[in-house]
T-cell receptor, first 114, second 115 residues
């Protein structure tokens, strides 16, 4: 059974810091790994999708990497801003196959202090 | 390009009642999935619809049922509501576009409160 774990559960940093959020999964038969952002009481906003054949994706100040051998993904946020404050969720998923669903971690609650 | 649209945004129901939530997928997506998110938890997979059929189901009782229409929109129905059904219900659409696999796109969710 696939399990997804996110560390740390919560993080508070001063504005301008670079930070790393971690995501680990137990089933190394990785298909795709997607990172989401969730503001309080809101839906999920997709940040980055790393397909199984890829090792990383970048969008602006965000960079996500995937290491299938170790069962880990990291989300790197450069030069953090107060507007980055949210819960960040990673999700393992198979898109189009027999197990076509996402399995989520419990998230990392990020607070960026001005 | 419209994303995933869910309605209603908030709903309050009484224990034992029935509820229907609605979802319109992102343009170009043909697959709709439903997730339940309890407070402080990650979303949990309920089921997925493709070609108007339930293709996959998570660990949820039969009180949870759904439907997909020919235009790919979907409904989630919950019967005999329990207090524990109070949660944020998220709809996600996915598909394969001309650029290949398109990641899941989520709606803003429906906040269901059972009293």
């Amino acid at each position: 059974k696939q399990e997804v774990t996110q560390i740390p559960a919560a993080l508070s940093v001063p504005e301008g810091e670079n930070l790393v959020l971690n995501c680990s999964f137990t089933d190394s038969a990785i298909y795709n790994l997607q990172w989401f952002r969730q503001d309080p009481g809101k839906g999920l906003t997709s940040l980055l999708l790393i397909q199984s054949s890829q090792r990383e994706q970048t969008s602006g100040r965000l960079n996500a990497s995937l290491d299938k051998s170790s069962g880990r993904s990291t989300l790197y946020i450069a030069a953090s801003q107060p507007g980055d404050s949210a819960t960040y969720l990673c999700a393992w998923g198979n898109y189009g196959g027999a197990t076509n669903k996402l399995i989520f971690g419990t998230g990392t609650l990020l607070a960026v202090q001005p | 390009d419209a994303g995933v649209t869910q309605s209603p945004t908030h709903l309050i129901k009484t224990r034992g009642q029935q509820v229907t939530l609605r979802c319109s997928p992102k343009s170009g997506h043909d697959t709709v999935s439903w997730y339940q998110q309890a407070l402080g938890q990650g979303p949990q997979f309920i089921f997925q619809y493709y070609e108007e059929e339930e293709r996959q189901r998570g660990n949820f009782p039969d009180r949870f049922s759904g439907h997909q229409f020919p235009n790919y929109s979907s409904e989630l129905n919950v019967n005999a509501l329990l207090l524990g059904d109070s949660a944020l219900y998220l709809c996600a659409s996915s598909g394969v576009t001309g650029q290949g696999v398109d990641g899941y796109t989520f709606g803003s969710g429906t906040r269901l409160t059972v009293v």
